[in-house]
Nanobody, 116 residues
Framework: QVQVVESGGGLVQAGESLRLTCQAS????????MGWYRQAPGKQRDMVGT?????????GDSGKGRFTISRDNAQNTATVYLQMNSLRPEDTGVYYC????????WGQGTQVTVSS
């Protein structure tokens, strides 16, 4: 199995930045893709951005423009980052990391709150 842990959330003011970190452990050799997803209050979870094992990056509508997904390319690590700039109140939500491959594992989420 793969264990996924997110960190880096918090309370910020509009216009500020945050960087989220996702650390996967366990059978990381089975991971084909990692991604960030957001669930805003009262809404369904949507895709912010994903990065594949070979480096292909895709952004969902919520991640285009102000957010950047990247990864640590060191061997034997599975760490993905989400740099969020110019945050807006509508970016508020719980941000989840997903590790998809042979398994499909999610973290517990990290809360991001953007005040106006």
């Amino acid at each position: 199995q793969v264990q996924v842990v997110e960190s880096g959330g918090g309370l910020v003011q509009a216009g500020e930045s945050l960087r989220l970190t996702c650390q996967a452990s366990g059978s990381i050799g089975t991971i084909a893709l990692m991604g960030w997803y957001r669930q805003a209050p009262g809404k369904q979870r949507d895709m912010v951005g994903t990065i594949s094992q070979d480096g292909n990056i895709n952004y969902g509508d919520s991640g285009k423009g102000r957010f950047t997904i990247s990864r640590d390319n060191a061997q034997n690590t599975a760490t993905v980052y989400l740099q969020m700039n110019s945050l807006r109140p509508e970016d508020t939500g719980v941000y989840y990391c997903r590790a998809l491959g042979y398994y499909d594992n999610w973290g517990q989420g990290t809360q991001v709150t953007v005040s106006s």
